[in-house]
């Protein structure tokens, strides 16, 4: 099992930063991919951004320019600065990664944190 502690979420004004932080721990192998989703209140999950192992970060369109993604792989973390805070960034934002658990197995299981929210203020 894995488990995903996430911190960093709160309450800031438009045009204000956060930085979320989320630290995966537990039975792992190796990680192919570490990210962030939010969901909206009557709205669907989204992805905003992820992070997969030796290759490019992507990003939602709505949070280009204004989001960054970052990991500390030593630390099997995974980290997301946001800036330029609009209100439609209110959101609870769950941190996700794909694990595998063993050299022999070559699946990879996904795994989800309990979410933190955050509230843009206008």
């Known amino acids: 099992q894995v488990q995903l502690v996430e911190s960093g979420g709160g309450l800031v004004q438009a045009g204000g930063s956060l930085r979320l932080s989320c630290a995966a721990s537990?039975?792992?192998?190796?990680?192919?991919?570490m990210g962030w989703y939010r969901q909206a209140p009557g709205n669907e999950r989204e992805l905003v951004a992820i992070?997969?192992?030796?290759?490019?970060?992507n990003y939602a369109d709505s949070v280009k320019g204004r989001f960054t993604i970052s990991r500390d792989s030593a630390r099997n973390t995974v980290y997301l600065q946001m800036n330029s805070l609009k209100p439609e960034d209110t959101a609870v934002y769950y941190c996700t990664a794909k694990v595998r658990h063993t050299i022999v197995s070559g699946i990879a299981y996904d795994y989800w944190g309990q979410g933190t929210q955050v509230t843009v203020s206008s």
């Open positions: 537990g039975s792992m192998y190796s990680i192919r991919y």
């Open positions: 992070s997969i192992t030796d290759g490019s970060p």
